[in-house]
């Protein structure tokens, strides 16, 4: 990159973090809406499990992890013009949503969405997710250190795992421009179609001592 590329791309850059519209962590009630009000898994179960069934087909084919976005019917307008498949809409605490794939690139411990596309077509397109969900396969919902240290969406971000399995195992955390709460994971099982069993746990990611 050339000196004057380099000038070019950090004016482009924002000056400013924004601030996400939807989320924001209550010590007390930890992921809140800007409401106030919880995040309430009972009420995303239909989305959840047909994302599910995605990320099973997947696994199937491929032996591989998965992801989709989660967005307003606003923003699911900017995706539609780029001919990206969707999963449909869904319910999802704050109205209707729809879930959408990106282009990914799978590995069986790992799913990635290129930077140059997330920065030109999400943040450039000024789309905030309502969320991000991905797969953990067969093993556990958690929030491991790769989660931690790559998955900046500055939004609600949600893991499904033992997707074998019938009940939902999820992890949830939200990540915020220049703060940590994303230390604060939650995993929850589904105990019937409207309870969720939930356990707050503290991430041991991003400890000054950390190496």
Not at 102 to 130: C, G, R
Request: charged content about 25%; aromatic content about 10%; proline content about 4%.
């Amino acid at each position: 990159m050339s000196n004057e590329q380099a000038i070019a791309y950090f004016r482009q850059m924002p000056k400013k973090k924004q601030e996400n519209p939807h989320w924001s962590f209550s010590e007390e009630n930890g992921v809140v809406t800007k409401q106030g009000d919880p995040l309430a898994l009972e009420l995303c179960t239909e989305l959840l499990k047909t994302v599910r069934g995605y990320f099973r087909a997947v696994y199937d084919s491929f032996h591989t992890e998965a992801q989709v976005l989660v967005v307003t019917e606003e923003d699911a307008e900017k995706l539609r013009a780029l001919c990206l498949p969707t999963l449909g809409r869904f319910f999802f605490q704050y109205g209707t949503a729809e879930v959408f794939v990106l282009p990914q690139t799978n590995t069986p411990v790992n799913s990635i969405i290129s930077e140059a596309f997330w920065q030109t077509k999400i943040v450039e397109n000024q789309i905030v997710p309502l969320a991000r969900i991905h797969s953990h396969t067969v093993v556990d919902a958690y929030q491991s250190a790769t989660d931690y240290s790559t998955l900046n969406s500055n939004s609600l971000e949600m893991v499904l795992g033992r997707i074998d399995k019938e009940p939902l195992f999820v992890a949830y955390w939200l990540d915020e421009h220049g703060k940590d709460t994303k230390r604060n994971v939650y995993q929850a099982l589904q105990q019937g179609e409207k309870k969720f069993l939930i356990h707050k746990i503290k991430s041991g990611y991003g400890d000054e001592n950390d190496v």
